[in-house]
């Protein structure tokens, strides 16, 4: 199983950012896949899940109506389309699929900032 994330970076506030999770060896269409984060100094926490067919979807609070969580089952991807980024949105997003354990990516750096 692996799981690599792209499109991080620095983005000013109010800005916007795609992320990326490129997912192998295993079934992806069959998998509920989630984005979590993490802040230096807090525990890691869940940002947004989506379904195996991608028809259901669920959003922490803080960022309900900001972040839009979406698949392409052909391509194995999931993504993360953050706007209207705010700087309590600094964090390493990680990209997470449940099988028989967690699998999680190395990360991408989100750093929003002026």
């Known amino acids: 199983v692996q799981l690599v994330e792209s499109g991080g970076g620095l983005v000013q506030p109010g800005g916007s950012l795609r992320l990326s999770c490129a997912a192998s060896?295993?079934?992806?269409?069959?998998?509920?896949m989630n984005w979590y984060r993490q802040s230096p100094g807090k525990e890691r926490e869940l940002v947004a899940s989506?379904?195996?067919?991608?028809?259901?979807?669920n959003y922490a609070d803080f960022v309900k109506g900001r972040f839009t969580i979406s698949r392409d089952n052909v391509k194995k991807t999931v993504y993360l389309q953050m706007s209207s980024l705010k700087a309590e949105d600094t964090a390493v997003y990680y990209c997470n699929v449940k099988l028989w354990r967690d699998y999680w990516g190395q990360g991408t750096q989100v750093i929003v900032s002026s």
């Open positions: 060896g295993f079934i992806f269409s069959s998998y509920g």
């Open positions: 989506i379904a195996s067919s991608g028809g259901t979807t």
